[in-house]
């Protein structure tokens, strides 16, 4: 760990933050915002350097609301990429015009061109976030979504004092999409990245970077909500703050039972919502945050920290940091999952699916393909029950919509073609994949099991995946290979944490339910950026209702063209 010559001192600049709940409008139920995608240089570690903003801010401007309202969104492009927004968590119901993916419910919007994103937020109240959904752009085009309860209904645990969102970021020195072009042209990873951030800036443990510390000023004997969000882009990471314990409320916008913890974990897409006492002896205690990673893989393991600091402690004192659990450390990873457990109250219950009407299992895998283009006439892939999937040239939605032919398949397989020992002996032989742009096609209010199963193709990995339009319960998890005959009968169908997001752990697997009640075309991904563009995704096409109110809608005017 390198260690700043500044380390600590007064240099270190305070910033205090904005505290969100106060600032949200208290009856308004229509909120506008513009976004403008612009390149601007921002300075951090030892250089400046033109990345991809959203009205120039790094992080881009958090998107406050409560639950209820109507939020328009006119994103306007004036870089030289094509961009195209996601709000990652949001039900969209209907809706799937809002949702974001480039080539999946919108072609992306181009140089000179705006789109607006218009969607209700219904039903949902908590932490959420918006990202590019193209490319690697949402390594600097992300934000946070602060959904406040309805008007009169508090937050179901002690009110807190104040409020701040911190999001984990990954930074990169050089270009990220350069660095991408360079990964594809020689068929292995690109670069990984230089530095983690807290709210953009990675903190004093790196070089040169004694301005960019993120501090957030605190008053002793108080409650505070932290807001945390991992942005990364392929990263899970464990957070934690010295000498303060973690109370976790709420995760993916969902209620949990509190329990108290000295770290988090978070993998990348998923927000965790907890409360901070500032019961210590005043001064300054690092936020730090570290990856987890338990495969043997190598990946940027630098620390990003911040700083917590009470009210008229001088910059001078020098921060504690805190414990994080140790990178590899999968029995902390295990425990820590098996305590998120939904709120499940009268008026926040778990609607689990105790029936199932769609048993799938998909597994998922990482391979090598031929690619005459690259240094040894291969590259890297990763594949869900064995297929590559292809990316479009036209938005799936589209094509789901006006039935637009030849686009996509919906033959994706419910189980994998020929089952093996999933996490036995690593297997490096026989490594291709197939590749198509294969979909699943799921009857309206269907209720739906998955589980996902890590596979021992190439390497064991730990995946989080991420699916669209809907939240899941995930209903259970374990190591090794899913057991048909004996798991399900230990399934929590009470209480299972309900999230949209959910990390499959390395070398096993995953059990998720829904009910299919949203229609449109909805992408399930890695939420590792590296394998979704290595092929690790698939949509599910939910069919309409039998009446137009449980229809998709139709598209807005100005969604853009292909
Ligand atoms: C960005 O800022 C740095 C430092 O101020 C400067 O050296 C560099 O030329 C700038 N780059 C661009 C593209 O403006
Ligand atoms: C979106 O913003 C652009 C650029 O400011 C503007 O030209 C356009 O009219 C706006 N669209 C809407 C629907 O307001
Ligand atoms: C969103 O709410 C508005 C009223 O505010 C309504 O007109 C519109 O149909 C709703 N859209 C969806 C997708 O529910
Ligand atoms: C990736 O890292 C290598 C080795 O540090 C460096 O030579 C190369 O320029 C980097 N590539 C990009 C695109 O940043
Ligand atoms: C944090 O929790 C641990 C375990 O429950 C406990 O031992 C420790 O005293 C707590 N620390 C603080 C600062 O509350
Ligand atoms: C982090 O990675 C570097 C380079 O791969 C390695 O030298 C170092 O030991 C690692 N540190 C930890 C804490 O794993
Ligand atoms: C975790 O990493 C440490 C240091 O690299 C190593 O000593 C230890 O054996 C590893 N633990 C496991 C469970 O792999
Ligand atoms: C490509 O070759 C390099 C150098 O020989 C090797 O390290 C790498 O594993 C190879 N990549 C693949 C995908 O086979
Ligand atoms: C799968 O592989 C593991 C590890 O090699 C082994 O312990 C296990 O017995 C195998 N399972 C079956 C069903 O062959
Ligand atoms: C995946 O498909 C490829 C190409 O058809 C085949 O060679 C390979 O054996 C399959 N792998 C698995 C695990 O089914
Ligand atoms: C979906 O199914 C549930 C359970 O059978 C039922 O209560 C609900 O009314 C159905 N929804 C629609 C829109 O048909
Ligand atoms: C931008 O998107 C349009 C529409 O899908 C496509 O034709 C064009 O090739 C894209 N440009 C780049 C640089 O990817």
Redesign the pocket.
């Known amino acids: 760990m390198a260690k700043c010559k500044d380390y600590g001192l007064a240099t270190v600049f305070v910033c205090l933050c904005l505290f969100g709940v106060f600032s949200v409008p208290v009856t308004a139920a229509l909120k506008k915002y513009q976004f403008d995608i612009q390149v601007k240089n921002v300075s951090r570690l030892c250089h400046a350097k033109p990345i991809v903003t959203v009205n120039g801010m790094f992080p881009g401007p958090t998107i406050y609301a409560r639950e209820g309202d109507r939020v328009l969104v006119n994103v306007t492009n004036y870089a030289q990429y094509n961009m195209s927004i996601h709000w990652h968590g949001l039900k969209q119901y209907r809706n799937g015009w809002a949702d974001g993916p480039a080539y999946i419910t919108q072609c992306p919007i181009k140089t000179g061109n705006s789109y607006t994103y218009a969607f209700n937020i219904t039903g949902q109240r908590g932490t959420l976030w918006w990202h590019a959904h193209i490319f690697w752009l949402r390594a600097t085009v992300y934000g946070a979504i602060v959904i406040m309860p309805k008007q009169g209904t508090p937050f179901p645990f002690p009110q807190p004092y104040r409020e701040a969102n911190i999001l984990l970021g990954e930074w990169w020195n050089n270009d990220v999409e350069d660095a991408v072009k360079q990964g594809n042209k020689l068929g292995m990873p690109p670069n990984t990245s230089d530095a983690h951030t807290i709210n953009g800036k990675p903190g004093p443990l790196f070089p040169c970077s004694e301005k960019h510390t993120f501090a957030m000023e605190v008053e002793q004997g108080k409650t505070y909500l932290l807001r945390i969000v991992n942005a990364a882009l392929n990263d899970e990471l464990f957070f934690a703050i010295a000498g303060h314990n973690l109370t976790v409320v709420e995760i993916d916008a969902v209620y949990t039972k509190p329990f108290t913890t000295e770290a988090i974990l978070l993998a990348p897409g998923q927000t965790t919502n907890v409360l901070v006492q500032t019961n210590q002896v005043p001064g300054r205690y690092f936020m730090a945050a570290r990856p987890f990673m338990d495969a043997p893989l190598s990946i940027d393991n630098k620390t990003a920290t911040a700083i917590l600091q009470y009210k008229g402690i001088p910059n001078s004192v020098l921060p504690l940091l805190p414990q994080l659990p140790a990178l590899n450390n999968t029995a902390f990873a295990l425990t820590y999952n098996a305590k998120l457990r939904s709120l499940n109250s009268p008026s926040f219950p778990a609607n689990v699916p105790l029936n199932v009407d769609r048993h799938l299992f998909y ?1 998922i ?1 990482l ?1 090598i393909n031929p690619c005459p283009t690259c240094l040894n006439g291969t590259r890297l892939t990763a ?1 869900l ?2 297929i590559t999937f292809v990316m479009p040239q036209i938005g799936l939605l589209q094509a789901h919509y006006f039935n637009i032919k030849g686009v996509f398949r919906t033959d994706f397989p419910d189980r ?3 089952p ?1 020992n999933y996490t036995g002996a690593p ?1 490096t032989a ?5 590749s198509g742009t294969r979909v699943s096609k799921v009857e309206f209010n269907s209720t739906v099991e998955l589980i996902l199963q890590d ?1 021992n ?1 190439l390497t064991v990995e730990s995946h989080p995946f991420h699916l669209h339009g809907y939240n899941f319960f995930v209903v259970g998890t374990g190591v090794g290979n899913f057991d048909p005959s004996k798991d399900p009968a230990k399934f929590n169908l009470v209480d299972p944490p309900e999230r949209n997001t959910v990390g499959v752990p390395t070398g096993g697997w995953v059990a998720i339910r829904f009910r299919a009640d949203n229609p449109g075309v909805w992408f399930m991904h890695c939420h590792l950026e590296l394998h979704t563009g290595w092929g690790l995704k698939t949509a599910f096409v939910v069919e309409n209702g039998k009446d137009s109110d449980h229809s998709v809608l139709p598209p807005p005017k100005d969604l853009p063209p292909c």
């Open positions: 597994t895998g391979g594949s029950n064995n994998p073609p020929t093996f297997l026989n490594l291709g994949t197939n596979t193709l």
